[in-house]
């Protein structure tokens, strides 16, 4: 039973406010959660409400509620924040409210059980971590004059451990800042953690490509690639153009522009390479690159959304989803997505935002719902929050 809950606002990585919610039970559980924040977020995500204006309301009039619900049932908590929030996109009571909630609620139920919440989640047979799936190079929406691509990933596919995969992401991190310097094209960071040098994509490509091969030399771990497209930022409606800083490319010309990207770079992991809008242009590309092991993963297409994945199923749109639970807003809704994804044969990677805590929630998460990657970059602390707690949790194991 829930004795007392806390909301406060609190600094997240990119400077800005953000929720932080804190339940504590009458068996003495205890759950600290906090809500991320994208820069580069779907129209159709669940919608964030101004912190300090969410949580002066919520003490108001959500958390008195809340108080003497049994946490051990999620389900019936996130019903209830849904049926007081009383819209179809949370903007009632504002999502970072309802993640921060529905997360910490989890947490202190776990808490009680004197249990890890992946263990509480996720039952006594889980025994793998997902691999991290982190981006080393990137611009888009989260660095000025960088590459057009948001996000180029690397995959550690040989690593054996949690541990292993996690350094070996960070080594190829650091060969490419050794690559850029050796180039002239030292530079600075962007949200994530990726370097964001002022270079065109093609150049990106090489370079990724050059240090996860000097780093397959000097450990024998393989290390693929893969690529966050963004590309919602990049369509321009009014002229049916992805706009590139060298090309405009029409929906049939992005199509041959990836899956030739796919091919010359043996990607295994791509997200969001056509607009959220345009469902068949997803399924053009999953039946272009079907001959390979490559994840056409959906972002901002589905945006953790039930409704959103049912029709990329009915399309044949992807072969992968992408979870953040802030985009849904609360945990029950993020399992559902997941099980939906699962029963169609579609592959689930949990992920971080670009905006980011030391929260490390969804390291659990990732574990118990079977995740292949958990994407949370690769270094800064708000992003080593999550690698960290994979490593503590394969010691489980
Ligand atoms: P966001 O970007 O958190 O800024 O939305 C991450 C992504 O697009 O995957
Ligand atoms: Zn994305």
Redesign the pocket.
């Known amino acids: 039973e829930i004795a007392d809950i806390l909301l406060r606002t609190i600094l997240d990585s990119r400077g800005n406010p953000t929720v932080e919610a804190e339940i504590s039970t009458i068996s003495g559980g205890f759950g600290r959660a906090c809500a991320p924040s994208?820069?580069?977020?779907g129209i159709y995500e669940a919608k964030v409400r101004p912190s300090d204006e969410a949580v002066f309301e919520a003490r108001e009039h959500l958390i008195p509620k809340l108080i003497e619900l049994d946490s051990a049932d999620q389900r019936g908590f996130d019903e209830t924040l849904h049926e007081i929030d009383g819209t179809s996109d949370l903007s009632g009571i504002g999502a970072n409210i309802a993640v921060a909630l529905s997360l910490a609620n989890a947490k202190a139920a776990a808490s009680s059980l004197n249990m890890e919440l992946y263990q509480y989640l996720g039952g006594a047979f889980i025994s793998q971590t997902p691999l991290p799936l982190g981006n080393v190079i990137g611009g888009g929406?989260?660095a000025v004059d960088a590459t057009d691509i948001?996000e180029f990933l690397i995959i550690p596919t040989g690593a054996s451990s949690a541990a292993e995969a996690v350094f070996t992401n960070a080594l190829v991190h650091k060969r490419i800042k050794e690559i850029l310097i050796a180039r002239g094209k030292g530079c600075g960071k962007g949200d994530e953690g990726a370097w964001a040098p002022h270079i065109a994509d093609l150049e990106a490509f090489e370079i990724v490509n050059e240090a996860t091969t000097k780093v397959f030399d000097e450990t024998g771990i393989e290390v693929r690639m893969g690529l966050?497209v963004?590309a919602s930022e990049m369509w321009d409606a009014a002229s049916g153009r992805y706009v590139y800083k060298n090309a405009k490319r029409t929906t049939e010309e992005q199509i041959a522009y990836i899956a030739d990207l796919t091919e010359t770079y043996n990607l295994l992991y791509v997200?969001d390479p056509i607009q959220e809008e345009d469902f068949e242009g997803f399924a053009r590309i999953t039946e272009e690159v079907s001959g390979r092991d490559t994840l056409i993963c959906g972002?901002d297409l589905f945006v953790t959304n039930v409704v959103r994945l049912e029709e990329g199923i009915r399309n044949d749109a992807c072969n992968c989803i992408?979870i953040k639970p802030n985009q849904i807003g609360t945990l029950t809704d993020t399992f559902e997505t997941i099980s939906l994804a699962r029963d169609y044969g579609y592959e689930s990677v949990m992920?971080h935002?670009?905006g980011e805590t030391t929260d490390n929630t969804i390291a659990h998460l990732a574990t118990a719902f079977g995740c292949c990657f958990m994407k949370s970059g690769v270094v800064g602390g708000e992003r080593i929050a999550k690698l960290n707690e994979l490593i503590r949790i394969e010691e489980h194991f």
């Open positions: 994208g820069a580069s977020t929406a989260h948001q966050d963004a997200e972002d992408l992920s935002r670009s």
